[in-house]
Structures are given as C-alpha cells and as structure tokens.
C-alpha cells in the first residue's frame, strides 16, 4: 500500500467506500452522524516502533452512543484531540436557550481494540541502516524533548519538525544548510576531519571576496584562540571545547575551491581576456578614470601604480637599491 494515500483516521463500520479523513474532528462528526445508534469507534495510522510498520488501531470511545446521549439532553464536544460530553440545562425558567453545566463535562478517551486491526501495514523504515537509525531515535527522544523543554525550544522544534513533515522547509536554503555544518562540526572528534557542503564552501568564498577576511573572522568567532592545541589525542583541537558562531574553513581551503585563486597585483590579465573574448576585432584604449589609487602591502609586495603611487615611485625605489 502506498504511504502517500493513508489517512490517519478512517471509520470503523464504514465499508465500501470507507471514509477517510486527517482530522480527528471530521471523523468524531462522521461517526456522530452516519452513526448515531452504535458505538463511537473508528481506527486511527499508528507506528509500531518494534516493527516500523504503519498500522490502523481500532479505537473505540465505550458508553458514547450518540442517539442515547442526545435523549439524555447531552452533546459531543471535540477539543483539539481529545472528547468531552457535556449536559445541556436551561439556566432559568424565562430562557429557552439551553446553557452547558460545566460541571456536567467530563472526558471520554478511546481505548485500543487488539481484535480489530486491519492488516494494512506499511514499512517506512526501508533498509536496515534506516531501522537501526530509527530504534536510536527513539531512545534519545526523551532525553531530547527534555532538554528542549527545558531550553524553551520546544516549541519551535515542533514546529520545525512539522515543517519538515509537510515538505514547506527548502533543504537547500543557506541556512539550513549552515546549521547542518554546525552539527558535523560538534559532531567530529577533531576539528581537522570536518567537512564542509560544496554550498556553504562557495558561500564562505563569495561572503570574502565582498567582506574579505573581516568577514570569516566575524562569522567563525573566537574558535580556539587562546587555547593549546596538545591534547592526549595529539596535536589537535577538540569541537566540543570551541567558540564559534558559524564552522568556517580556512582561507587555504577557499583558495583551493573551484580554482578561485588570489588576483596578484598588477595588470588582471584574466580581466583583459574576458574583454577580449566579448570585444572581438575592436580596438580598445586603456585610460586612468581619476580614481585615488591606493598603495597595497602585504605578503606579495607593493601594488605597481606605474607612477601614480605617492613619492617616492616603485622605480624610483628599483633605481635606489641597483
């Protein structure tokens, strides 16, 4: 049976064609109302954790027959997923307009009916890495709940696991992918075996070459500046002990990338050939437009202005030292 037609409810006494439906209040009025002289009961989409198998469950609600409840001047009444009845009394003689006793409201839940399964069964686990993930998750899930309860991020985990379950959160959203990042970072035993998505590398390369390495010092945070890299493993840094904001690789692993290399100082050649490629048999002139330019220092030497820099000029400093 394909997964993607189930429903989570479906009518118990409903045969050909049986009524289906996702929601729990839709199925309480079917039962209500095609169904008024029996039992209320219908069978609710269960996963059996020792199996991994999806599998209808009768349930039935004893002592709820809608027809008796309504000579008895009472109502059904559904809130969220549970079920009350509650008895209606005028409050005065002079009204006709019945009000609920609210002390008259009590709660009805369904027990589960081992006779009545249908032999409906899905497997969603699939391979055994699938099942074997799927019995670790359920042992930490208490844990997880709890500490997340304990956060106050409960709520907004239901929320994203409801996303996920709907298909409305994009997977390959930046940020959901620099989450994913964070989660292998902690997840290493060392900080050298971490490997970061071809995304989030071209994400890291293109916020340099906007922000340069203002930018990659801002995004990582302190990681483990100030502390010794010697550990009992060796020499190497420990995840768990870090100070990050984002996992962020390092400049020698952007340059490696995709071939994106330094731009030496000097004439972009790289530049001149992309204009020549696109300007075929055209002739182009190469002119200063007046803007101040600006004398760089670094590992690679002073940027050659051809005599635009400020006095004394780069070859008047070669001159000097020959």
Not at 19 to 40: A, F, M, N, P, R
Not at 234 to 250: E, H, K, L, M
Request: hydrophobic letters at 30%; glycine letters at 6%; a positive charge.
């Amino acid at each position: 049976m394909d997964k993607k037609t189930l429903s989570k409810y479906r009518c118990f006494y409903c045969t050909s064609p049986t009524y289906k439906t996702d929601e729990y209040s839709e199925i309480v009025e079917h039962c209500v109302k095609g169904h008024k002289c029996q039992t209320l009961k219908y069978r609710e989409l269960i996963l059996q954790s020792e199996t991994g198998l999806l599998k209808y469950q009768s349930k039935s609600h004893e002592g709820i027959i809608p027809i008796r409840l309504e000579n008895e001047g009472k109502t059904i009444e559904v809130r969220g997923s549970q079920t009350f009845i509650t008895r209606t009394t005028p409050k005065r003689k002079k009204l006709n307009t019945p009000v609920k006793d609210k002390l008259a409201s009590c709660r009805y839940l369904p027990f589960e009916c081992e006779d009545d399964e249908l032999p409906d069964e899905v497997d969603i686990m699939g391979s055994s890495s699938v099942k074997n993930s799927h019995k670790e998750l359920l042992c930490i899930l208490p844990s997880v709940l709890e500490g997340l309860e304990k956060d106050g991020h409960m709520e907004s985990f239901l929320k994203y696991t409801r996303l996920l379950s709907e298909g409305r959160l994009p997977t390959n959203n930046i940020c959901y992918l620099l989450f994913l990042d964070l989660v292998e970072w902690f997840s290493c035993d060392q900080t050298s075996s971490m490997r970061y998505r071809p995304e989030t590398v071209k994400f890291w390369q293109i916020g340099y070459r906007l922000f340069l390495g203002k930018f990659l010092r801002f995004m990582s945070g302190p990681k483990h500046t100030g502390t010794s890299a010697l550990s009992e493993k060796g020499r190497c840094y420990d995840p768990s002990t870090s100070q990050i904001n984002f996992p962020v690789p390092s400049k020698p692993n952007l340059y490696g990338h995709d071939k994106i290399k330094p731009i030496l100082p000097g004439i972009c050649i790289d530049a001149i050939k992309a204009v020549g490629q696109v300007c075929n048999n055209r002739p182009m002139k190469l002119a200063v437009d007046g803007k101040k330019i600006c004398r760089g220092k670094g590992k690679i030497g002073d940027v050659d202005c051809w005599g635009f820099e400020a006095k004394p000029s780069l070859q008047d400093r070669k001159t000097k030292i020959v």
